[in-house]
């Protein structure tokens, strides 16, 4: 049985998006799609004693339709720049002077100019400190072809999926039906229900990114993500073998 999840990717996102991957044999990124401004494409959430703040990776202009996977940074000094930021922020949360090492190298490491690789470097970096193992692809690596569903339909099959993994805001675009016929079943990732961690500045936001749960739990982060077992079967026959 091998499980898939297909999205695009983000930066430094939320702690949701990690334990999506930790529950997929296969997560991939879907950056050949449409790029959206002022999403979670190219910033992210932190939480600060004024409130939650936006760090955003600076992008150049381009044209409208460009893909994820087409847009490229427009500062090279913003890795320090927010680095210097998240330290200052979270300089006195109980777990930074242990993971700070980590993190700093992950910032002053990041010399990408796409996005999409910007994203995936955050992304490898973090599962690694959150001791989260995961194998990460490209949508582009495998040429889907289709519109909407039958494009993520065509994704799993050529990744060999049994299962497509999904949360539950694609509920109201997702045609199961297609699956269903692919021999491919879908299963719905439910997000409620995270424990509460030592945060500073009340009042608690579940809705950060991962690095506001690494620097106040440090080790303890992935204790804080879910098991299997908040899975939710969908309704929709036992799923067969993958068509090819």
């Given at each position: 049985?091998?499980?898939?999840?297909?999205?695009?990717?983000?930066?430094?996102?939320?702690?949701?998006?990690?334990?999506?991957?930790?529950?997929?044999?296969?997560?991939?990124?879907?950056?050949?799609?449409q790029?959206t401004?002022?999403?979670?494409?190219?910033?992210?959430?932190?939480?600060?004693?004024?409130?939650?703040?936006w760090?955003?990776?600076?992008?150049?202009?381009?044209?409208?339709?460009?893909?994820?996977?087409?847009?490229?940074?427009?500062?090279?000094?913003?890795?320090?720049?927010?680095?210097?930021?998240?330290?200052q922020t979270?300089?006195?949360?109980?777990?930074?002077?242990?993971?700070?090492?980590?993190?700093?190298?992950?910032?002053?490491?990041?010399?990408?100019?796409?996005?999409?690789?910007?994203?995936?470097?955050?992304?490898?970096?973090?599962?690694?400190?959150?001791?989260i193992?995961?194998?990460?692809?490209?949508?582009?690596?495998?040429?889907?072809?289709?519109?909407?569903?039958?494009?993520?339909?065509?994704?799993?099959?050529?990744?060999?999926?049994?299962?497509?993994?999904?949360g539950?805001?694609?509920?109201?675009?997702?045609?199961?039906?297609?699956?269903?016929?692919?021999?491919?079943?879908v299963?719905?990732?439910?997000?409620?229900?995270?424990?509460?961690?030592?945060?500073?500045?009340?009042?608690?936001?579940?809705?950060?990114?991962?690095?506001?749960?690494?620097?106040?739990?440090?080790?303890?982060?992935?204790?804080?993500?879910?098991s299997?077992?908040?899975?939710?079967?969908?309704?929709?026959?036992a799923?067969?073998?993958?068509?090819?």
């Amino acid at each position: 049985m091998k499980r898939v999840a297909v999205v695009q990717s983000n930066y430094i996102p939320w702690k949701g998006y990690f334990d999506l991957i930790a529950h997929v044999d296969e997560f991939i990124l879907f950056d050949d799609v449409q790029y959206t401004d002022r999403d979670w494409r190219n910033r992210n959430l932190v939480k600060t004693a004024a409130g939650p703040k936006w760090l955003s990776v600076p992008v150049r202009r381009g044209p409208r339709g460009r893909l994820i996977n087409e847009v490229v940074a427009s500062d090279p000094d913003w890795p320090r720049a927010h680095w210097l930021l998240l330290a200052q922020t979270y300089r006195k949360a109980p777990c930074f002077e242990a993971v700070a090492p980590a993190i700093e190298r992950l910032y002053l490491g990041c010399r990408h100019d796409r996005l999409s690789d910007v994203n995936r470097h955050f992304l490898e970096g973090l599962l690694d400190v959150l001791g989260i193992p995961a194998h990460l692809t490209r949508a582009e690596d495998y040429a889907a072809t289709g519109t909407r569903t039958e494009r993520l339909v065509d994704l799993c099959r050529k990744a060999g999926a049994d299962e497509y993994l999904t949360g539950p805001a694609a509920r109201a675009y997702l045609d199961e039906s297609l699956f269903d016929r692919a021999g491919i079943g879908v299963r719905w990732f439910d997000y409620s229900g995270y424990p509460e961690y030592p945060q500073a500045h009340p009042p608690f936001d579940h809705h950060v990114s991962v690095l506001d749960l690494i620097f106040n739990t440090g080790s303890a982060a992935a204790g804080y993500l879910k098991s299997a077992r908040h899975l939710e079967n969908a309704q929709c026959p036992a799923a067969g073998p993958a068509i090819s």
